[in-house]
């Protein structure tokens, strides 16, 4: 079925990977613990590979100390990386011994600046492996910024589509908007429960059928039928979607955007085999600094054919007033709106560096193993009674998934708890974790088993409250809870978890009476 603009709604001294019984009894929920599992197991039973990443405990408890410092346990890796303290102490140097100016000009703090930009757009390249005659690297304050620019630069038309997976960011949903204010149809290939995953056979069908517009008068701009984004990975479910669509998308004559900004924490990209047009990113989910700072890298022959609806400082080559007439610059900066931000763009240079001094495997690994133990925990978590304590949405296993897990728990009347009661419990328990839709609706609505028929009662109704919304809908919370895994997360993270959970939420009917009202997804 295909949907068309569907309505959205620690310790630090703990350097091995073995988690003792005697580590374990340190939390006030073991007893619990153990009346449900027996005798705890450690992660190396059943991930053995887990032993190889110890260096990430060692980085735990140096350069990211001060989590275990903070009694912290942070899961909320996909929502932002941590920086280590030698970033921030390599932006200080910096500062302390370089004098940058505003790019745009060629004194000596100008070029300083320039040289710095520069640099970094080269490590971003050859982190991906892109070519600099192929691709360009171009600045923006983050994924988001670079999918409007796509969007809004895009030659949509009537004779156009823009193809969207339903698992996929707010941020290039958006570019719906547009695309229908260029009369181009927007079509949704949707996300089929429990694995929460999209049937290739089915976007192909979707991919392979023409717009009535095309058919009557040839394709758009240079022969493109339109556009397909989706996500390398979903910051919903974790499900990793085949990279091999970008090529299937690209015989079919669509340009794609692939959103790899939950992906390239944990995962490489190889951008001399898997090509889109475009990919988005947001630098601070890798490494957590510098904030403000994301890309869009673009084939140059794709940007050759896009149009902006405006021109600013530092994108053209030159422009009149006398007379309406400008002309682009010739290169990416005709994308890069004013000044960029040249104090912290340096830091991406340092950060990708630093992600290569650990190694992507060892972080992927790591992220793997817990992802995998954690689902095998909270698949078995049950109240007395033998009801199951939680409902995972997604896979249930590593196969072909990141680190991010979304679940609801269930009450002891099989009621899901408020994820607004989660969120300000584990808050308290010093438990950082994201609760809600995550701004993924599309397949969030899966997930939760919404159909169209009660989604179109949005259009016409007049309430003016989320949770009034929520109700119309029939939906049982607000969403649900993420957990996400990253570069220097443990297996004690894992293991306050579940005793939070268990202690909190183990035979105990909750209600959402007291709880402020929600004002987002």
Same mark, same amino acid.
């Given at each position: 079925?295909?949907?068309?603009e ?7 001294e ?8 005697a580590?374990?009894?340190k939390?006030?929920a073991?007893d ?5 599992? @027996? %005798?705890?197991?450690? =992660?190396?039973? #059943? +991930? /053995?590979?887990? !032993?190889?990443t110890?260096?990430l ?7 990211y ?6 009694d912290h ?12 303290y030698a970033?921030?102490?390599a ?15 060629a004194?000596?703090?100008?070029e ?10 080269a490590?971003?390249l050859a ?11 171009i ?5 988001? @910024? %670079?999918?409007?620019l =796509?969007?809004? #630069? +895009? /030659?949509?038309s !009537?004779r156009?589509?823009l ?6 960011h ?13 009369h181009?149809?927007t ?5 089929q429960p429990p ?6 056979a089915v976007l ?11 058919t ?7 022969g493109r ?9 979903s910051?919903?479910?974790g ?6 669509w970008v ?6 004559g ?5 959103? #790899? ?12 085999i ?8 947001s ?12 890309c869009?890298i673009?084939?140059r022959?794709?940007l ?6 405006w ?5 053209i080559k030159a422009?009149?007033v ?17 000044t ?7 830091d991406?240079?340092f950060?990708l560096?630093?992600l ?23 698949g ?6 033998g ?7 997604g896979?249930?296993?590593t196969?072909?998934?990141g680190g ?11 009621k899901?708890?408020?994820?607004r009661?989660?969120?300000?419990e584990s808050?308290?328990a ?9 701004c ?11 159909r169209?028929?009660n ?9 003016a409250?989320l949770?009034e ?37 183990r035979?105990?009917?909750?209600t959402?009476?007291g709880l ?6």
């Amino acid at each position: 079925m295909v949907h068309a603009e569907m309505v959205q709604i620690t310790t630090p001294e703990s350097s091995t990977s073995d988690v003792t019984l005697a580590q374990a009894e340190k939390h006030p929920a073991f007893d619990a613990l153990q009346a449900l599992h @027996g %005798a705890m197991s450690a =992660v190396t039973d #059943a +991930y /053995p590979e887990y !032993r190889t990443t110890s260096r990430l405990d060692e980085l735990r408890a140096t350069e990211y100390s001060y989590l275990d410092k903070q009694d912290h346990v942070y899961l909320d890796y996909t929502g932002s990386g941590l920086d280590a303290y030698a970033q921030r102490s390599a932006h200080d140097e910096r500062l302390a011994s370089t004098l940058c100016g505003n790019p745009h000009s060629a004194n000596p703090t100008s070029e300083v600046a320039t040289h710095l930009i520069e640099q970094a757009r080269a490590k971003i390249l050859a982190h991906l492996r892109a070519s600099p005659d192929e691709y360009a690297v171009i600045f923006t304050p983050n994924a988001t @910024g %670079a999918a409007r620019l =796509v969007g809004e #630069a +895009y /030659p949509f038309s !009537r004779r156009t589509r823009l193809i969207l997976s339903t698992d996929n960011h707010n941020s290039v949903n958006g570019l719906r908007e547009f695309a229908r204010r260029s009369h181009t149809r927007t079509v949704y290939v949707p996300t089929q429960p429990p694995e929460l995953r999209i049937d290739t056979a089915v976007l192909k069908r979707v991919l392979r059928r023409r717009s009535p517009w095309a058919t009557l008068f040839g394709p758009g701009t240079a022969g493109r039928r339109g556009l397909f984004a989706y996500p390398a990975q979903s910051n919903f479910s974790g499900v990793r979607h085949p990279l091999s669509w970008v090529r299937l998308a690209q015989k079919q004559g669509y340009d794609v955007l692939l959103d #790899a900004a939950a992906y390239l924490p944990t995962g490489n990209l190889d951008l001399s085999i898997v090509q889109p047009e475009f990919l988005i990113v947001s630098w601070y989910k890798l490494f957590g600094y510098p904030t403000g700072v994301g890309c869009l890298i673009a084939k140059r022959s794709a940007l050759a054919r896009m149009s902006r609806p405006w021109f600013s400082g530092g994108t053209i080559k030159a422009v009149a007033v006398g007379v309406r007439w400008h002309e682009m610059a010739p290169d990416e900066s005709a994308f890069e709106d004013g000044t960029l931000n040249f104090l912290s763009i340096p830091d991406v240079t340092f950060g990708l560096d630093w992600l290569a001094s650990i190694g992507m495997h060892v972080i992927a690994t790591r992220v793997r193993c817990l992802t995998g133990w954690f689902l095998d925990r909270l698949g078995r978590l049950e109240h007395s009674s033998g009801a199951p304590m939680a409902r995972i949405y997604g896979p249930k296993d590593t196969k072909a998934r990141g680190g991010t897990i979304a679940f609801n728990f269930l009450d002891a009347v099989g009621k899901v708890v408020d994820e607004r009661l989660v969120a300000a419990e584990s808050a308290a328990a010093r438990i950082s974790l994201r609760t809600g839709c995550f701004c993924n609706p599309g397949v969030a609505e899966n997930a939760l088993d919404l159909r169209v028929s009660n989604l179109r009662q949005l259009r016409h109704s007049k309430t003016a409250s989320l949770d009034e919304i929520i109700n119309l809908m029939g939906l049982p919370s607000g969403g649900a809870i993420r957990v996400s895994f990253g570069l220097v997360s443990t297996a004690e993270d894992v293991d306050r978890f579940f005793a939070f959970a268990i202690k909190t939420y183990r035979d105990r009917v909750t209600t959402p009476a007291g709880l402020p009202p929600r004002d987002r997804c």
